[in-house]
């Protein structure tokens, strides 16, 4: 099953599909209109902690909804959907490790779990697009170039850490059209957090990027940089909690949010 | 000492005249252009169900800052002020009900107190004045007319209950203008909730408050209705906990906060 046939599903179809096993590769395309969200899972005892450097960093944490203590369902951004199915694969973490790539939560899910969904660069960049801003990472068919920055999250309780960036070559004329449409979508990461000189960021190797992929950056272009959804992910990881569960890279869970909802003005 | 002789003076110097006891009267009109901010200090074993509350509830609880567990000094909007002695006057909440008003908390920190920041409306009221939509309760030097509605906030944990709101007699030529203002400060209560027919959401007598005061409706204005930071509050004392504090109502903490950083475009 190819992801343009499946672009026009609704949401709730789509997440069975992948409950059912019908649909285990990335989900970059499908249910278009709708935002995809990163998914952290992690005891309750860090949950606090957790949302507080939420609070303090929404742009590389923005969130989507915290579930429950114990509930696998978001009763907010998708009702009758199941956290533990509806994510066609997952990463187990045991003290901050990847132990393993499952494609359900059956034999993991714990009553003291809170699964948090956060914000996704396919809604913003579903918003570039639209307004003829190429994404130079699509174009090339490869994953996003990351970078870690000297810029610091605001530490909170256990968490701390350095921001991770990704970064997107815009056509100089067209930078400050995606500041404003970015600005849009504070909840998908917002604005950018720096354009231009990645040295000034601690970026020392443009063409080496931490995570992802290097993809050209062309003559006339900026290098502009977003927070990036696996800060929270790497921060977490650092104080090595006994068992933490993600989405794996690409394979998102799809909300029923319109990414055009998610938009503030 | 007169509001309009601080409206110009510094934040750090105004929080001073507070501390040494100098101004014991309510904070509007001071510090001009810098946010003042809603104060609640809840026991550690509550503030994680009142963060994922806030988390979902934005609009009535827009949190500008948390302070650390048991810390009194507001790092990130006031470095170096004590939310202990900052704040013109407190309100002592126990099992729910308001049993002492007092100048200082000298007597009653405790060291598993959090204590929440949240916008207030005086920053967007600002705003619609600089862009001359009249407010009429400025006018008429009154205190905002507020009201429980049938709109129900999202629960979490604990929490759960109505949603207050203010209203605003607004122009009927001006209301898009002032959707639009308020819009750009989401950490203040950001756009309004509901414009017109105040049935709608439970309200059957707009001369009636439930809380503040009446204010008059000209001819041709529109009832617009913001979240209101009571509405936290109210939520919180439902749950009767051992021991709550707020600022007195008009006594506001006053932040490092520029109005205009706190928009979002």
New interface residues.
């Given amino acids: 099953m190819e992801g343009n046939h499946v672009s026009t599903t609704s949401p709730a179809v789509f997440r069975t599909l992948v409950r059912e096993g019908k649909w285990t590769i990335p989900t970059s395309g499908v249910c278009e209109g709708y935002a995809q969200a990163n998914l952290l899972v992690i005891p309750k005892h860090l949950?606090?902690d957790f949302?507080?450097f939420a609070?303090?960093n929404p742009k590389p944490c923005p969130?989507l909804e915290?579930l429950?203590v114990g509930d696998p369902e978001p009763k907010?951004t998708a009702p009758a959907a199941d956290i533990r199915t509806d994510i066609p694969q997952y990463r187990i973490y045991r003290q901050g490790t990847l132990v393993e790539e499952v494609l359900d939560l059956h034999n993991y899910w714990q009553k003291d779990f809170v699964a948090f969904l956060l914000g996704c660069s396919f809604s913003f960049e579903s918003a570039l697009l639209k307004a003829g801003i190429p994404i130079r990472n699509i174009e090339e068919r490869k994953n996003v170039s990351m970078y870690t920055t000297t810029l610091e999250c605001?530490p909170a309780?256990i968490f701390h850490g350095p921001m991770v960036v990704s970064m997107r070559p815009i056509p100089s004329d067209l930078v400050v059209r995606a500041v404003?449409i970015s600005?849009?979508f504070?909840s998908v990461h917002?604005a950018p957090v720096h354009i231009g000189d990645p040295d000034q960021i601690g970026i020392h190797d443009i063409t080496q990027p931490d995570f992802g992929d290097p993809v050209e950056i062309k003559p006339g272009e900026i290098p502009v940089f977003w927070a990036c959804g696996v800060t929270p992910q790497a921060i977490v990881m650092t104080v090595k909690p006994d068992i933490a569960i993600t989405h794996a890279p690409g394979y998102m869970f799809v909300t029923n949010l319109l990414n055009e909802t998610l938009a503030?003005?």
């Fill in positions: 949950a606090y949302l507080l609070q303090r969130v915290v429950d907010l605001v309780g404003q600005s849009r504070p917002g503030v003005f």
